[in-house]
């Protein structure tokens, strides 16, 4: 079974309109971390932002907040009055407790419209 | 602001050559990590290192790769026998501990082409 399952290959978004990208988690341990990467065209790999197991409120990082619903297991990524430059491909990733690794989704490739 | 960098950003080799793909982590990080990410496919653990020793390793981490840290800055992974499948981005990563609440740094990757 896939533990990191990002449901949207691609979107289209018009500028300035707020962004959701979906991620669901599949995990068995009680520690676990998500993570949001950015990767843009030209291939590398920046950290967004990273919502805890523990964490009662939900990340945010300027224009970016996490969507965490504990219950259902999503850990959904919300850019709000999206930019030009948010055009990339977006990975959400999970590290589980007893492990080092990040674990990763297949990604989302966000294109902002002008 | 302290970054993860690698070196070099492209290589091309032939199959069956050994290649040596460099990183320097950011200097108060403890953990360390390579990953690979073949074109349009998911991004792929290989190893974690720690204490000048692997901490975890993925399935496809095998005899035909190994890690090793030098001195006290670079990081090294090292792909014997170098064959097509290997062509992929291999991304460096590094963070200030093990635990899940410190985010991994990547650097900007060594794009590997396996002729």
């Known amino acids: 079974a896939q533990k990191i399952t990002q449901t949207q290959p691609g979107m289209f978004v018009q500028e300035k309109e707020a962004v959701t990208l979906d991620c669901t988690y599949d995990?068995?341990?009680?520690?676990?971390?998500l993570f949001w990467y950015k990767q843009p065209s030209s291939g590398e790999m920046i950290f967004l932002i990273y919502?805890?197991?523990?964490d009662e409120q939900n990340a945010t990082e300027g224009r970016y907040s996490l969507n965490f619903q504990k219950a259902r297991k999503s850990a959904n990524l919300v850019i709000s009055a999206s930019q030009l430059g948010d055009s990339a491909m977006y990975f959400c990733?999970?590290?589980?407790?007893?492990?080092?690794?990040?674990?990763w989704g297949a990604g989302t490739k966000l294109i902002i419209k002008p | 602001e302290p970054e993860v960098t690698q070196t070099p950003s492209h290589q091309v080799t032939q199959m069956g050559q050994e290649v040596i793909l460099r990183c320097v982590p950011i200097?108060?990080?403890?953990?360390f990590y390579w990953y690979r990410q073949i074109l349009g496919q998911k991004v792929e653990f290989l190893v974690s290192?720690?204490?000048?020793?692997?901490?975890?390793k993925s399935e496809i981490f095998d005899d035909q790769f190994s890690v090793e840290r030098p001195d006290g800055s670079n990081f090294t992974l090292k792909i014997r026998s170098t064959k097509l499948e290997d062509s992929a981005m291999y991304f460096c990563?590094?963070?200030?501990?093990?635990?899940?609440?410190?985010?991994?740094?990547f650097g900007p990757g060594t794009r590997l082409t396996v002729t």
């Open positions: 990563a590094s963070s200030r501990a093990g635990v899940v609440v410190y985010e991994q740094y």
């Open positions: 200097s108060n990080h403890l953990y």
């Open positions: 290192f720690y204490n000048n020793e692997i901490s975890e």
């Open positions: 995990t068995s341990d009680q520690s676990y971390g």
């Open positions: 919502q805890g197991s523990y």
């Open positions: 990733a999970m590290r589980e407790g007893s492990n080092y690794q990040l674990i």
